[in-house]
């Protein structure tokens, strides 16, 4: 990819706003909403969105300003990826992924990041999370890797892959375009269009400095914190990480309670010619889903800015909190699905057409929810038990 003229500022004094990028996100989303269907068909986001994405900086709003990066951070990115979701959920998927690992870079050692951005600050790439099968042999200077993971999302248009290394210790490895393969494996009921394949990986070598140390990134120490010190490379990365499915879920949502606005304006029913706008049924529904989303938004904004206090006074979070945190954003992606699947129930026989908005954002909404990311469960267990006095039995928060 050609290397953008565009220049920017630093952290402290951005030249672009997190408004304008919201602006350019809904100047984005009838488009979005034209290419949607087709974006299911072909199983990955279209070149054109991926284009635009890059010549919009979408992908570059929170990178490091030295590497390119707009001076804004990850609560951007997630205003962005909600304004993104209105128009087509697996492409506002992408557009919340695309920045986050743009972000996630700047945790590596300087020397990864070099090789990383070498050729161009506009880079793609993809995280694979689920491991199938994993081997990992020690060579001088690094590893030498072979695995297979499943579900990393956008990975056809990835010049580079994280692959998540479960250790001793746990690890992610960047790894080149030449040093894996996708298997075409997605085939899915909802984010159809997130090309969210497969990719093994041979025998590659991998060198220590690509080699990232989850432990301590998981709890805000990377190289990121030193290099650059904006707030979310100082904060315990699991807590929030999850925002980037909630972020796009709230998008589809809203998504939803707009196509049913639109489905009920126009809607005649065949045998009573009653017009739906009219049904108290439908007036209700629509009250409790756009509240339900409105209130997840609400929330999200919420928790960002005291995230981002807790890091500007470099603050140790409790437990307590950080589990908090991961329970607002699980619950929260629960709500908007209950709030996208409620509308589509009622939209009528047309609305399963797949030319159908709601239909495809309610699928959707239902499909990111099933990342275990986003489980509410397992989520909401960790939370009680700490709010009773027990010690959590997970890592993740």
Not at 180 to 186: A, G, K, L, N, Y
């Amino acid at each position: 990819m050609a290397a953008s003229a565009q220049t920017f500022g630093t952290e402290e004094h951005p030249t672009i706003t997190t408004a304008e990028m919201v602006e350019r996100a809904t100047a984005l989303v009838p488009t979005l909403r034209e290419r949607a269907q087709y974006c299911e068909a072909i199983r990955r986001i279209p070149d054109e969105t991926r284009d635009d994405f890059i010549r919009s900086s979408i992908i570059r709003i929170s990178q490091p300003v030295a590497r390119g990066g707009l001076g804004l951070d990850m609560d951007s990115v997630y205003e962005v990826a909600m304004e993104l979701g209105r128009g087509c959920g697996s492409s506002a998927w992408m557009g919340s992924f695309w920045p986050l690992h743009n972000w996630m870079v700047g945790m590596w050692p300087k020397a990864a990041q070099d090789e990383y951005w070498a050729n161009s600050p506009d880079v793609l790439s993809s995280t694979a999370w689920d491991v199938v099968n994993i081997k990992v042999e020690p060579a001088s200077g690094g590893i030498r890797l072979s695995g297979h993971w499943d579900y990393s999302s956008g990975i056809d248009h990835a010049a580079w892959a994280m692959v998540f290394v479960p250790g001793p210790p746990v690890g992610m490895a960047l790894v080149p375009r030449r040093d894996f393969r996708v298997v075409d494996t997605w085939h899915a009921t909802g984010l159809c269009g997130s090309g969210s394949n497969d990719l093994i990986v041979d025998g590659a070598f991998v060198p220590d400095y690509r080699i990232l140390n989850m432990e301590a990134a998981a709890n805000g120490q990377s190289a990121g914190r030193e290099l650059y010190g904006t707030p979310f490379y100082r904060l315990p990365l699991y807590m929030w990480l999850t925002y980037s499915l909630a972020a796009p879920l709230i998008g589809m949502a809203q998504g939803a309670v707009e196509a049913f606005e639109d489905l009920m304006r126009e809607r005649v029913e065949g045998i009573s010619g009653a017009r739906a706008a009219e049904r108290p049924v439908n007036h209700l529904r629509l009250a409790e889903s756009s509240a339900e989303v409105d209130a997840v938004r609400v929330l999200m904004r919420r928790n960002l800015r005291q995230l981002i206090d807790w890091a500007n006074a470099d603050a140790e979070i409790p437990v307590s909190e950080r589990l908090r945190i991961r329970r607002d954003i699980t619950f929260g992606g629960m709500l908007c699905n209950r709030a996208a699947r409620r509308l589509f129930e009622a939209a009528g026989a047309h609305s399963i057409k797949r030319s159908a908005p709601l239909q495809r954002f309610a699928r959707d909404a239902e499909a990111a929810i099933h990342s275990g990311a986003l489980a509410w469960d397992s989520t909401g267990e960790q939370y009680g038990r700490v709010r009773l006095g027990l010690a959590p039995t997970t890592f993740f928060y």
